[in-house]
């Protein structure tokens, strides 16, 4: 299932939101559209993200839009994900935007293959890997990183088992990442976020492989919880991957400057419906963290395998 597709002069992206319940396409008609939905996560993923700033731009060309406003808004929906920045200004220097836009959607396919293709080569069969967040072909055109590894895995015919982390507060885990496995038939399992350091100590994790949002000097950016899950396998010794493409990469920064997004006390408050906190509650809701390089395996690129830089 491909989490987006052009058509008719429209933008149609998986509405992530209602996963794994429904399966509703949302219609983007305007560069507005696609930032509001990159702000609401009815699309996400840093390479997800990035492709639909892409058909933003194209839009908003359709539509005789100020280019260069259009540009900076769409590059300014998250903060944390080099992405955008990297889409958007591919876009502006190309061209043709539709073309190009075309160009980077096809891309995203292949370059996720490849990334797959090459952490394959570090799972070993029999192989029981944790990963923390949703890095599937939802984060992607199609696909994945993080779990396009498991997927190249499975395929080559290697018996793997899947732990996903739940992912709070909006359970990307236990809503996305578990509902790919389920499509592709991987076994699967999931646990608390809080469980990770406890099921490495009773021997239960042989690897560990998540995406990332950027990379940068010093270390990558990742889903608010991906720091706790490196600090436990580094204690126990357990290999730690990070699947990402080079359009997730900012060689010019150090990790350390990058902005963390807050988002809305409101997804910490509720779970669902359903308030978890006293009223008047102070929230802090950081939706993403920093894992230093010293704690990371290898980043696994479409280019190969590589040190942190």
Not at 96 to 102: K, T, Y
Not at 207 to 223: E, H, L, Q, T, Y
Request: aromatic share 6%; charged share 25%.
């Amino acid at each position: 299932m491909k989490t987006m597709y052009w058509k008719d002069n429209k933008l149609f992206l998986i509405d992530q939101t209602l996963l794994p319940d429904e399966i509703v396409y949302h219609e983007c008609k305007t560069y507005e559209d696609v930032i509001t939905a990159i702000k609401t996560m009815k699309v996400r993923g840093a390479p997800a993200i990035g492709v639909a700033a892409a058909f933003g731009m194209v839009l908003a060309e359709i539509a005789g839009e100020n280019i260069e406003k259009a540009a900076d808004k769409i590059k300014n929906a998250r903060p944390t994900a080099v992405n955008l920045s990297w889409a958007v200004d591919r876009v502006l220097n190309s061209e043709s935007f539709i073309d190009e836009a075309m160009l980077m959607y096809n891309e995203d396919i292949q370059t996720n293959k490849a990334i797959g293709k090459n952490g394959a080569a570090v799972i070993d069969d029999g192989d029981t890997i944790l990963t923390h967040c949703n890095a599937g072909a939802l984060a992607c055109v199609d696909y994945g990183t993080a779990l396009g590894v498991l997927r190249a895995a499975n395929e080559e015919g290697k018996r793997i088992k899947v732990i996903c982390d739940e992912t709070r507060p909006l359970c990307q885990g236990a809503r996305l990442s578990v509902f790919e496995m389920q499509q592709e038939k991987i076994p699967v399992k999931l646990a608390v976020d809080s469980a990770a350091g406890h099921l490495m100590q009773k021997g239960m994790v042989n690897k560990v492989v998540i995406g990332a949002d950027r990379v940068a000097k010093g270390g990558v950016a990742n889903k608010i919880g991906s720091l706790l899950v490196a600090l436990a396998a580094k204690r126990f010794n357990i290999p730690f991957y990070v699947a990402a493409p080079k359009s997730t990469f900012d060689s010019e920064n150090s990790i350390y400057d990058v902005e963390i997004e807050e988002r809305d006390a409101d997804e910490v408050l509720y779970f669902g419906k359903c308030r978890v906190a006293p009223e008047g509650t102070e929230i802090e809701n950081p939706a993403f963290d920093i894992v230093p390089s010293d704690l990371i395996t290898g980043i696994i690129t479409e280019d190969g395998i590589i040190k942190p830089i």
